[in-house]
C-alpha cells in the first residue's frame, strides 16, 4: 500500500510536469539551467546529473568546470561514458562480490566489474544510467525523482527518490531522499562529479595534479583489496604518507615519484581511488552545514577554490587515472592548441558517501545508515559546494 501510494504520487507529480510542460525549462541541448549570483549550472535528467557548472576565474572568465557532454541526448547513446555528473545508486561503490545479507537472506545482484566479480554503483544499469523525471524547476533549484522497482539489477524492493539541486550565491546545494517502499534494502547514494578546475584551459598542463586538497578531518582510510574491495581494515593515514590529506593541504601530485603510490588505487594502479572516514563526532556535535569544510580543493591556475560541506560520514577521492584520452571534453573548455579531450590524472571525482561496502562489513555497525526499510527514517544526504576564488601571488 505504501508503495502503491508513494509510486502514484511520484507518478502523478510527473505527470502534472509534462502536463505543465518543462519542455520549455530545457534548451535545445536538453538541459535545465539554474544560476544564481556567482554560478550558473545546467542539469539534465539522464542520472539526475550537472552537465555544466560555470564559475567566474580569478581573471573574470566564465570557466566550465565539470566534465559532461555538449547534448544531454548523448548521454544515453555514448553508454562507456564514466558516471559522468550523477548520482549514483541505488548503493554507489563496490559491492563485494555482488552479494549482501540482510537478516539471515542472501541477495545477488548484477556483477558489472572486475570480470564480475563485483557490483560497481548499482549494477549495469544503475540510477545514473537511467532518465529521471523533473518533478519541479525554477530559476534557481531543480527536483528530480526516480522510482527503483522491487528486483531490479537484483535489489530487494522498491525504492523511491528525489533529488534536489538549488543554487544560492556561489554554493550549490544537494539533498538525496530516498525511501524504501516495499522491503528492507541497502541505499547509499553520492554525487559523482568529475572536475576540471581550470576547465582544461591552462596552457601548461591539463592534468589535475597540481590542485591543492585538505581533508582536514581524515586521519584514516578503508582498507581494499586489488579490485578496491573493502578487506574490513580501517587504515591510518600517517603524518607525511602520501594519503595525509589532513596534517596540512597538499598538491595532489605532491607525492607522484613516491613509490608507494604505485598500488595505492588498487593493483598497478598510480595515485588515489580511496575511501577516507570524515571523523568529526571526536569534537564533539556539529552542525555539518556550518563547521567544516569536510574537503578543499583549489587550482592555482584558475584561482577556483571548492570548499565541500557534508552530513556524510566518508569522502571517496578519485584522481582519474582510469582517463585515457578517449573521453572527449565540452567544446567551451579546453584550448585549441590541445587534443580536445580528458588525459589521464585530468580530472579529480570527489564523492560524499558513507562507508563503501558498508552491508559487507558488519563490525563498522553502518546498518542504520545503509540498510533501510518500509516504516523507517528515509535515507537523507545533503552537501553544499561553495566557490570562491584566490588570487595567485
Ligand atoms: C541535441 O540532440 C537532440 C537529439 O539528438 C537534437 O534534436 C538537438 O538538435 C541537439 N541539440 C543541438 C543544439 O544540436
Ligand atoms: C562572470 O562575470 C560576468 C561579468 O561580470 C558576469 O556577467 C557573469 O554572470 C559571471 N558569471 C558567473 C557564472 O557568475
Ligand atoms: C560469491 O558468490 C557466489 C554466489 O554468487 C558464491 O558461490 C561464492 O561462494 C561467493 N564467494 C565469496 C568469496 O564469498
Ligand atoms: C574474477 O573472477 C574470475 C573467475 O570468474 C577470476 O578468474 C578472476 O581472477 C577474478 N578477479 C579479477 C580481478 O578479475
Ligand atoms: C533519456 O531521454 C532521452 C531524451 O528523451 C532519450 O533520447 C534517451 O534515449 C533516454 N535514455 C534512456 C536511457 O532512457
Ligand atoms: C606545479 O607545481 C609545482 C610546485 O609544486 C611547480 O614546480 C610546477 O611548475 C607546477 N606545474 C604546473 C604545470 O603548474
Ligand atoms: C608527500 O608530500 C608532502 C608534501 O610535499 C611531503 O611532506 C611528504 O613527505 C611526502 N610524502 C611521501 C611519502 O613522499
Ligand atoms: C601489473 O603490471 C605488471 C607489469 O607491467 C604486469 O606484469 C601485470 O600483469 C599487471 N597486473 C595486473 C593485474 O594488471
Known amino acids: 500500500m505504501v508503495s502503491f501510494t508513494l509510486a502514484a504520487a511520484v507518478s502523478a507529480l510527473a505527470a502534472t510536469a509534462a502536463a505543465e510542460s518543462y519542455s520549455g525549462g530545457a534548451n535545445a541541448d536538453g538541459k535545465y539551467e539554474l544560476s544564481a549570483e556567482g554560478i550558473r549550472a545546467h542539469f539534465i535528467p539522464y542520472g539526475a546529473s550537472v552537465s555544466n557548472l560555470w564559475i567566474n576565474d580569478t581573471n573574470g572568465i566564465e570557466r566550465d568546470i565539470v566534465l559532461g557532454f555538449d547534448n544531454a541526448s548523448h548521454y544515453s547513446v555514448d553508454k562507456f561514458h564514466p558516471h559522468l555528473g550523477g548520482v549514483p545508486g541505488r548503493y554507489a561503490n563496490r559491492i563485494k562480490n555482488s552479494s549482501f545479507v540482510i537478516d539471515g537472506t542472501e541477495y545477488h545482484v548484477t556483477p558489472n566489474e572486475n570480470n564480475n566479480n563485483d557490483t560497481l554503483h548499482g549494477g549495469p544499469d544503475g540510477w545514473d544510467f537511467r532518465n529521471w523525471t523533473v518533478v519541479a524547476h525554477t530559476s534557481d533549484s531543480i527536483t528530480f525523482s526516480i522510482v527503483d522497482p522491487d528486483g531490479k539489477e537484483g535489489f530487494p524492493g522498491e525504492v523511491v527518490s528525489y ?6 550565491p556561489h554554493t550549490w546545494h544537494i539533498k538525496m531522499v530516498a525511501l524504501a517502499t516495499t522491503k528492507k534494502t541497502p541505499i547509499m547514494l553520492s554525487s559523482h ?4 578546475l581550470d576547465a582544461f584551459a591552462n596552457p601548461d598542463t591539463a592534468t589535475a595534479l597540481n590542485w591543492t586538497l585538505s581533508l582536514p578531518y581524515s586521519g584514516q582510510r578503508v582498507g581494499v583489496d586489488g ?11 600517517h603524518k607525511y604518507s602520501i594519503n595525509d590529506f589532513w596534517s596540512s593541504p597538499k598538491q595532489i ?13 588498487g593493483t598497478n594502479c598510480t595515485g588515489y581511488d580511496n575511501c577516507y572516514l570524515v571523523n568529526r563526532a571526536q569534537n564533539g556535535p556539529y552542525d555539518w552545514a556550518n563547521d567544516g569544510p569536510v574537503a578543499v580543493i583549489a587550482s592555482p591556475w584558475s584561482g577556483i577554490q571548492i570548499d565541500i560541506f557534508t552530513d556524510q560520514d566518508a569522502f571517496q577521492v578519485y584522481s582519474c587515472g582510469g582517463q585515457n584520452g ?17 588525459e589521464q590524472f585530468g580530472c579529480v571525482v570527489l564523492e560524499v558517501q558513507d562507508y563503501i ?32 576564488t584566490k588570487k595567485s601571488s
Open 163 to 168: 533529488v534536489t539541486y538549488t543554487l544560492s
Open 193 to 196: 562529479t568529475y572536475w576540471n
Open 227 to 237: 579490485i578496491l574491495i573493502p578487506d574490513g581494515t580501517i587504515l591510518p593515514n
Open 253 to 265: 601530485g605532491a607525492n607522484w615519484t613516491s613509490p608507494d603510490l604505485l598500488g595505492n588505487c
Open 326 to 342: 578517449l573521453l572527449p571534453i565540452k567544446s567551451n573548455q579546453g584550448l585549441d592548441s590541445r587534443a580536445r579531450v580528458v
Open 357 to 388: 561496502d558498508g552491508i559487507n562489513q558488519p563490525e563498522w555497525q553502518r546498518e542504520k545508515k545503509q540498510i533501510f526499510g518500509p516504516g523507517d527514517e528515509p535515507y537523507v544526504l545533503e552537501a553544499k559546494y561553495v566557490f570562491s
